[in-house]
């Protein structure tokens, strides 16, 4: 893993190929009714630098908080160390997500947040966020929205490990990349995983050997079909059945 930790720019690069008015995901990220000329201010204090590379830091548990992070591409992996050392993933976010709002209840963030794959992020400044939501009428709600969905949205992830068994683990962790990719207006049935099985196993609290058996297991039943990363989902009311979860994941 490269240990390298990405620094936020402390400058805007030039900046065409993406604008917060432009962006395929601003309705995700940041849901915001405002006019032309506040989506214009956003924009002004919204950094992009160039991508992360898979293993590339963003930010390490501990660093004082700076800013919050909307993922344009890509994906990536929060987690923390326990007490031996030892990585424990907390979650998996995706284009459209954003990350660091584990950050200012003590002004450090509290997780690592490391890339999957080749991953482009919008660094958004907090202090700078904080007085323009003070200027723009309806930002400061909205954020407050934002930080809201982010929350539930991460306690769904913990909420995959109070499944009793292996395949509800695994079929309720499916379901939920199944529900944010319909989210983000992709195929909620056929996507790619970001993440290695190794990574799916640490995350949920099981061994490698157990997740490859549960994958097998329900491509044999004809629920999924996997061919690597790649899910093909064939059977969406059975794994809602073996996950016992409603459909809002």
């Excluded at 200012?104 to 400044?125: D, E, G």
């Excluded at 309720?172 to 970001?194: D, G, I, M, Q």
């Amino acid at each position: 893993m490269d240990n390298t930790t990405a620094q936020c720019p402390n400058h805007h690069p030039k900046r065409d190929y993406s604008h917060c008015s432009n962006c395929r995901l601003s309705g995700i990220c940041l849901p915001l009714a405002l006019e032309v000329s506040d989506i214009e201010r956003l924009d002004s204090i919204v950094q992009r630098g160039k991508p992360l590379q898979r293993g590339e830091v963003l930010y390490r548990a501990g660093d004082p908080f700076t800013a919050i992070y909307a993922i344009r591409s890509g994906a990536v992996k929060t987690s923390h160390s326990d007490r031996e050392g030892q990585e424990q993933i907390t979650g998996f976010h995706l284009p459209g997500e954003v990350i660091g709002l584990d950050g200012p209840a003590n002004n450090r963030y509290r997780n690592t947040a490391i890339a999957l794959q080749t991953t482009s992020v919008c660094a958004i400044p907090f202090p700078e966020l904080e007085t323009l939501s003070r200027q723009v009428p309806g930002l400061q709600r909205n954020l407050l929205q934002l930080l809201s969905r982010e929350i539930t949205t991460e306690q769904r992830q913990f909420g995959l490990l109070g499944h009793a068994n292996a395949d509800g683990r695994v079929a309720a962790l499916l379901l939920s990349f199944s529900v944010r990719h319909e989210r983000h207006k992709l195929s909620p049935s056929e996507f790619t995983l970001p993440m290695a099985r190794g990574d799916i196993a640490n995350f949920l609290g099981l061994t490698l050997e157990t997740v490859s058996r549960v994958f097998t297991r329900l491509q044999k039943q004809n629920v999924i079909h996997a061919k690597g990363k790649d899910i093909d989902i064939r059977d969406l009311d059975a794994l809602r059945q073996l996950a016992h979860n409603p459909e809002d994941l």
